[in-house]
Nanobody, 119 residues
Framework: QVHLVESGGGSVQPGGSLRLSCTAS????????MGWHRQAPGKERELVAT???????EYKDSVKGRFTISRDNALNSVYLQMNSLKPEDTAVYYC?????????????WGQGTQVTVSS
């Protein structure tokens, strides 16, 4: 019923920029929060940034000042503008959303998009 589709990943040099997009589609009542996590090989998935329905934003400390998350509620979409990218940012980035389907709220995940930062 619910699908999250990501785009915008790729390979860039250190200091470069990428913009990730994610759109939720299907039948659901509401999206409470949307955001991004990432997972590097051999590491656990970690939160990068989230934005809730009221506009509250949370960032991982290491991306503050470099990444900007935004959300378009009308389009059921969330975006992540990533500037001044570092090799440490290399990971698969996953879109995440807390969504109510009927009367049940659950976490949903996209398939992920690869971000590679190297020289």
């Amino acid at each position: 019923q619910v699908h999250l589709v990501e785009s915008g990943g790729g390979s860039v040099q250190p200091g470069g920029s990428l913009r990730l997009s994610c759109t939720a589609s299907g039948s659901f009542s509401s999206i409470i929060a949307m955001g991004w996590h990432r997972q590097a090989p051999g590491k656990e998935r970690e939160l990068v940034a989230t934005v809730n329905r009221g506009g509250g934003i949370e960032y991982k400390d290491s991306v503050k000042g470099r990444f900007t998350i935004s959300r378009d509620n009308a389009l059921n979409s969330v975006y992540l503008q990533m500037n001044s990218l570092k090799p440490e940012d290399t990971a698969v980035y996953y879109c995440n959303a807390y969504i109510y389907v009927a009367r049940q709220g659950s976490d949903y995940w996209g398939q992920g998009t690869q971000v590679t930062v190297s020289s």
